[in-house]
C-alpha cells in the first residue's frame, strides 16, 4: 500500500510540476506584447520554469526510476489535458 500511495503521490507531483510549466508560459505569453524585453522575458521564464520542473523531477527520482516514469507519465498527460481542454489542439503534436 505504501508503494501506490508513493506512485500517486508521484503522479501528483507531475500534474502539478505541468500545472507549474504550462501556467508560467501562458503568462509569460501574455505579458510578451507589452514587454519592453521580450528576449530577456522569454529566456528567464524558460530558464525559471525549467529549472523547478528539473528540481521536481529530481525530488521525485529520490523515490526510484518507476515513480519518476509516473510522474513524467502524469506530466505529458497532463499536458496533453490542457491543450485538449484550451481548444489547441493543433499544438498537442498529433
Known amino acids: 500500500m505504501t508503494e501506490l500511495f508513493g506512485l500517486a503521490l508521484s503522479s501528483a507531483c507531475g500534474?502539478?510540476?505541468a500545472v507549474f510549466y504550462f501556467?508560467?508560459?501562458w503568462l509569460t505569453l501574455?505579458?510578451?506584447p507589452d514587454s519592453k524585453q521580450p528576449a530577456l522575458l522569454t529566456?528567464?521564464?524558460f530558464l525559471g520554469r525549467?529549472?523547478?520542473c528539473l528540481l521536481g523531477f529530481y525530488l521525485i527520482l529520490g523515490s526510484g526510476l518507476q515513480s519518476l516514469a509516473f510522474g513524467l507519465a502524469a506530466f505529458v498527460?497532463?499536458?496533453l489535458a490542457l491543450t485538449y481542454r484550451l481548444?489547441?489542439?493543433q499544438f498537442a503534436g498529433r
Do not use: E, F, P
Open 23 to 25: 501556467g508560467g508560459l
Open 15 to 17: 500534474i502539478g510540476l
Open 30 to 32: 501574455q505579458r510578451l
Open 43 to 45: 529566456l528567464g521564464s
Open 50 to 52: 525549467s529549472a523547478v
Open 87 to 89: 481548444g489547441l489542439s
Open 77 to 79: 498527460l497532463t499536458k
